[in-house]
């Protein structure tokens, strides 16, 4: 009944994480140029001299002696409203509510009572891709007590999801989940046929850098991300040997390095190496976890 509990437990954290995905909205940064233009976009990519954004109309590169100021997340996109007497107003659609629109027209916010709109067009625009998903696959190498009953882990998938901040543009946050299987090494233990399953749900933090673009103004080195995070958390743990079986939920940590290439501008590999430490009062279990996988950006 126990083990049904925390599996229960643990699928609904992994239906909780995919309410995070859904939740995610687009908004836009807005760059403000010396000559008087604003443009509404994603900044996709920076080197030193020059800024990749992607705005409702494509992809532009811009100078950066040519910006004045970059204001991020200002804006549903890009919008014009048609006035009853006759003219219009065209900028950055910030709120619509049943009684009034807010619109942000050059650094001004207007707000349009809803009486006085005649029409109201909406530009197409795909804004930040602050989320990521992504599915991972590798293999887990045992360290420490338990090296001689469980060296190496056969299975290891998770599923982990991101999201970036727009404040701090190289911090992102998010969690991660897990089923780690292991096996067990009948020549050094007693035990025979054991499996040995970690399901770990982290909290995960990290920081990334285009560390390459510093060097190189290419469009490969900004593609490449280095970061280094942690992610704390809870892993229930479970022993089978025949028809027996011990389990536990345990406090997890993981420390981890790793770097991600985009492969266009939403599909990402991602390389990930991971020191996993469970506590248990009788034997902790240490683990290195060597990942590679696949994101999404949206």
Same mark, same amino acid.
């Given at each position: 009944?126990?083990?049904?509990?925390?599996?229960?437990?643990?699928?609904?954290?992994?239906?909780?994480?995919?309410?995070?995905?859904?939740?995610?909205?687009?908004? &836009? /940064?807005?760059? %403000?140029?010396?000559? #008087?233009?604003?443009?509404?976009?994603?900044? +996709? !990519?920076?080197?030193?001299?020059?800024?990749?954004?992607?705005?409702?109309?494509?992809?532009?590169?811009?100078?950066?002696?040519?910006?004045?100021?970059?204001?991020?997340?200002?804006?549903?996109?890009?919008?014009?409203?048609?006035?009853?007497?006759?003219?219009?107003?065209?900028?950055?659609?910030?709120?619509?509510?049943?009684?009034?629109?807010?619109?942000?027209?050059?650094?001004?916010?207007?707000?349009?009572?809803?009486?006085?709109?005649?029409?109201?067009?909406?530009?197409?625009?795909?804004?930040?891709?602050?989320?990521?998903?992504?599915?991972?696959?590798?293999?887990?190498?045992?360290?420490?007590?338990?090296?001689?009953?469980?060296?190496?882990?056969?299975?290891?998938?998770?599923?982990?999801?991101?999201?970036?901040? &727009? /404040?701090?543009? %190289?911090?992102?946050? #998010?969690?991660?989940?897990?089923?780690?299987? +292991? !096996?067990?090494?009948?020549?050094?233990?007693?035990?025979?046929?054991?499996?040995?399953?970690?399901?770990?749900?982290?909290?995960?933090?990290?920081?990334?850098?285009?560390?390459?673009?510093?060097?190189?103004?290419?469009?490969?080195?900004?593609?490449?991300?280095?970061?280094?995070?942690?992610?704390?958390?809870?892993?229930?743990?479970?022993?089978?040997?025949?028809?027996?079986?011990?389990?536990?939920?345990?406090?997890?940590?993981?420390?981890?390095?790793?770097?991600?290439?985009?492969?266009?501008?939403?599909?990402?590999?991602?390389?990930?190496?991971?020191?996993?430490?469970?506590?248990?009062?009788?034997?902790?279990?240490?683990?290195?976890?060597?990942?590679?996988?696949?994101?999404?950006?949206?």
């Amino acid at each position: 009944m126990r083990n049904n509990v925390i599996r229960a437990a643990y699928c609904t954290a992994l239906t909780m994480v995919g309410i995070l995905l859904i939740s995610g909205i687009a908004f &836009a /940064e807005g760059i %403000f140029m010396t000559d #008087g233009r604003i443009i509404y976009g994603r900044i +996709l !990519s920076q080197d030193n001299t020059l800024m990749r954004i992607r705005t409702s109309y494509g992809v532009v590169n811009l100078k950066k002696g040519e910006i004045r100021k970059i204001d991020y997340d200002l804006g549903l996109g890009q919008v014009t409203v048609v006035l009853k007497r006759g003219d219009f107003v065209h900028g950055v659609l910030i709120s619509i509510t049943a009684t009034k629109v807010i619109v942000k027209e050059g650094d001004i916010d207007k707000d349009i009572p809803r009486s006085e709109i005649e029409n109201l067009v909406l530009q197409k625009f795909e804004g930040r891709r602050d989320n990521t998903f992504g599915l991972m696959m590798g293999i887990t190498k045992t360290v420490g007590s338990l090296n001689a009953q469980v060296p190496y882990g056969y299975i290891d998938l998770t599923a982990y999801y991101l999201r970036s901040s &727009a /404040e701090l543009p %190289f911090f992102l946050w #998010g969690a991660s989940a897990s089923c780690i299987r +292991l !096996s067990t090494n009948d020549n050094k233990t007693r035990l025979r046929n054991a499996r040995m399953t970690l399901y770990p749900l982290m909290i995960d933090f990290r920081l990334r850098y285009p560390i390459l673009s510093l060097v190189s103004s290419s469009g490969w080195a900004s593609g490449i991300s280095f970061f280094a995070g942690c992610g704390g958390g809870v892993s229930y743990v479970s022993l089978e040997e025949g028809s027996g079986r011990q389990s536990g939920t345990y406090f997890s940590m993981q420390p981890g390095i790793g770097f991600t290439v985009y492969i266009n501008e939403r599909i990402s590999v991602t390389n990930q190496y991971d020191y996993l430490y469970i506590h248990q009062k009788e034997c902790s279990y240490t683990g290195l976890r060597g990942r590679i996988g696949f994101g999404y950006d949206f």
